[in-house]
């Protein structure tokens, strides 16, 4: 196995042999293994061993050993000692959970401060299939068969193509020592259980189950990321960026393979999952009802007429109160410069800005989030028009009509922020002084 493991390194530069890594070590069969193989390939490594503290002696056994054997080769370790029962009651969270985030927490402060090159730990083949069918289990879709990659940030699996009986031949016949946890016999745990009943279950089926299930896992991993690659290029030919708002035309969804899963792809980076995705593809198929919205934690998602709509999910908006005078105000869309004068030597039409007789307002003016059953007179008509049709009449996207606001002068509506002012605001002929609004 020594010559297999030292041809995969060098293949795929998981580690190079002129620099330093952590080698992250229990003082079982696996990291032993791992250990011993790095340090006979003579590369620079150093050790790093959590005591959770869990096993009573044993724990401290493991500890021990591990410490010994470190030091018998003059290498350098790092203990940590965890009280991971109190850690675990802190955070709320299992105690494998705990322990999961102790260990890597630990090995990455001291990968850092030492600068090394990364974080080497023992994961086999047999883990690697366990992982997958865990995942299968709690429906994570075709990515759950990724299972662990050999390199993610600076954690270097390099035993993931060997399998645990092969690790037990090479310790064995290189004479190694280990310490066996008592605990990974019991069948408490879901991978125990997977590990002693349910995987050895399946590969007595047949005698190449075992092979033609890693053959299969690597095929869909293959499919999985092939797909991955042409949804990127359906997604940048389909979805269009726009104020913050990305746009999805029904057109782009009609009669493609796979709704749900594209719509999945697309919108699970914002926090939706696969049964929301799989909701709105069936809600596509009958007849669409603008205004109906999904929400993740973060995002919102609304049916327009045409199109879908994703947005974050605006934050409430607290009224404003402008006294007379008041040089500016700040909205989440800009800040808007207030100029309180004689009329202009020319009138400002640009409709992000507003220019007002200053004679026909109340003060002080209220800035506030339109509301249903709001009206005004749009400049050029004389009767009033519902604030939610003119900006139907406008085409306002259903995402934008939450983020429009309104000037409100005493109890009427003198502009539609950002697109339209009141006639009956509008300076005249017989203006003396103009209030100007200008944005930023």
Request: glycine share 6%; aromatic share 10%; hydrophobic share 40%.
């Amino acid at each position: 196995m020594y010559d297999a493991f030292i041809s995969h390194i060098q293949q795929s530069t998981l580690i190079e042999p002129n620099k330093r890594y952590l080698v992250a070590c229990s003082g079982g069969l696996d990291s032993m293994a791992l250990a011993h193989l790095l340090y006979t390939a003579k590369i620079p490594i150093e050790l790093a061993h959590v005591n959770f503290g869990l096993r009573g002696d044993e724990s401290n056994g493991d500890e021990e050993f591990v410490r010994n054997w470190a030091q018998d080769r003059s290498l350098p370790i790092y203990i940590h000692q965890a009280n991971t029962v109190e850690f675990a009651s802190k955070k709320g969270i299992s105690i494998q959970m705990a322990a999961r985030e102790i260990r890597y927490q630990f090995f990455e402060e001291i990968r850092s401060k030492h600068n090394m090159a990364g974080i080497v730990v023992a994961h086999h083949e047999d883990d690697q299939l366990e992982t997958i069918f865990l995942n299968l289990v709690r429906g994570t879709g075709i990515e759950g068969i990724y299972g662990m990659s050999e390199r993610r940030g600076e954690l270097i699996r390099p035993l993931l193509p060997f399998s645990k009986a092969q690790l037990v031949t090479y310790a064995e016949e290189a004479q190694l020592g280990w310490r066996e946890d008592r605990s990974n016999a019991s069948i408490d745990y879901k991978r125990n259980k997977l590990r002693h009943q349910g995987l050895p279950a399946l590969y007595s089926l047949e005698p190449d189950t075992r092979q033609n299930l890693l053959q299969s896992f690597a095929h869909l991993k293959d499919t999985g990321m092939a797909f991955s690659g042409l949804f990127e290029l359906w997604k940048a030919a389909h979805v269009r960026e726009q104020q913050g708002i990305s746009f999805l035309t029904y057109k782009s969804l009609s009669n493609m393979p796979g709704v749900a899963t594209l719509l999945y792809f697309w919108l699970r980076p914002y926090g939706f999952n696969s049964d929301q995705a799989l909701t709105l593809s069936k809600s596509l198929g009958a007849a669409i009802k603008p205004g109906k919205l999904l929400r993740s934690a973060t995002y919102e998602l609304c049916l327009d007429r045409e199109e879908l709509l994703l947005y974050p999910i605006p934050e409430a908006f607290t009224e404003l109160e402008l006294p007379f005078g008041t040089p500016s105000f700040k909205l989440p869309e800009g800040e808007y410069h207030l100029i309180w004068d004689r009329l202009p030597k020319e009138i400002d039409w640009n409709p992000v800005n507003a220019v007002f007789d200053l004679d026909c307002l109340e003060y002080p003016l209220q800035i506030r989030s339109w509301q249903e059953g709001d009206r005004f007179n749009p400049l050029g008509m004389q009767s009033e028009k519902k604030i939610s049709d003119f900006l139907i009449d406008n085409k306002v996207p259903l995402a934008l009509k939450k983020e429009v606001k309104v000037l409100v002068s005493g109890n009427k509506i003198a502009w539609v922020v950002g697109m339209r002012i009141s006639d009956w605001a509008k300076v005249g002929a017989d203006t003396q002084k103009c209030l100007h609004i200008q944005k930023r």
